[in-house]
T-cell receptor, first 115, second 114 residues
Framework: GDSVTQMEGPVTLSEEAFLTINCTYT??????LFWYVQYPGEGLQLLLK?????DKGSNKGFEATYRKETTSFHLEKGSVQVSDSAVYFC??????????????FGTGTLLAVQP | DAGITQSPRYKITETGRQVTLMCHQT?????MFWYRQDLGHGLRLIYY???????DKGEVPDGYVVSRSKTENFPLTLESATRSQTSVYFC?????????????FGPGTRLTVL
């Protein structure tokens, strides 16, 4: 079945460092891909998305490119801030039991940014 | 207030008791979802609903019951709570037609079963 694999955390960085969180997927068909962010004590929020191959999603300085050839959707940011500390989830919309409007999540990656 | 709300935010109960978690959304989204979040598992889908009176099982439905008599409400009931159901529960909603499966999440309910 469809699945998402993302790198284990925690990822600990100093402020202004470059961030990469790896995400690869397995899916039939052509899923949409998402990055969600969860700040401490809150629900998940959509960070960015890409709906077809070679699309680049971007928001708040974060970027991710939908790479069909490598089945990847890695999250990057050039200069992280303390306020970026959160758990990041990669997800895809997949075919699951016949319905298309469902998300399959990775296990999440905790990012801790130190001043 | 517009958005998606969950209640209660925190709940402690005992093994064997029935517990109902509430979810309410004001967007009139057709789809609603219940997830549980556990360390090492990410989010796992419990049940979902495509419209009022239409519900279906997700990945981990055992021990849970849902109903959806109105579009805006999607309660989740644990009929006889077990310790393994200690978790953080998130409700989400989405509208397939215009959002490429984007989902909007509530703030979560932290449930502890003693």
């Amino acid at each position: 079945g469809d699945s998402v694999t993302q790198m284990e955390g925690p990822v600990t960085l100093s402020e202004e460092a470059f961030l990469t969180i790896n995400c690869t997927y397995t899916a039939t068909g052509y899923p949409s891909l998402f990055w969600y962010v969860q700040y401490p004590g809150e629900g998940l929020q959509l960070l960015l998305k890409a709906t077809k191959a070679d699309d680049k999603g971007s928001n708040k300085g974060f970027e991710a490119t939908y790479r069909k050839e490598t089945t990847s959707f890695h999250l990057e940011k050039g200069s992280v801030q303390v306020s970026d500390s959160a758990v990041y989830f990669c997800a895809l919309s997949g075919l699951y039991g016949g319905a298309t409007n469902k998300l399959i999540f990775g296990t999440g990656t905790l990012l801790a940014v130190q001043p | 207030d517009a958005g998606i709300t969950q209640s209660p935010r925190y709940k402690i109960t005992e093994t064997g008791r029935q517990v109902t978690l509430m979810c309410h959304q004001t967007w009139s989204h057709s789809y609603m979802f219940w997830y549980r979040q556990d360390l090492g598992h990410g989010l796992r889908l419990i049940y979902y609903s495509a419209a009022a009176d239409i519900t279906d099982k997700g990945e981990v439905p055992d021990g849970y019951v849902v109903s959806r008599s109105k579009t805006e409400n999607f309660p989740l009931t644990l009929e006889s709570a077990t310790r393994s159901q200690t978790s953080v529960y998130f409700c989400a909603s989405g509208d397939y037609e215009n959002s490429y499966n984007e989902q909007f999440f509530g703030p979560g309910t932290r449930l502890t079963v003693l």
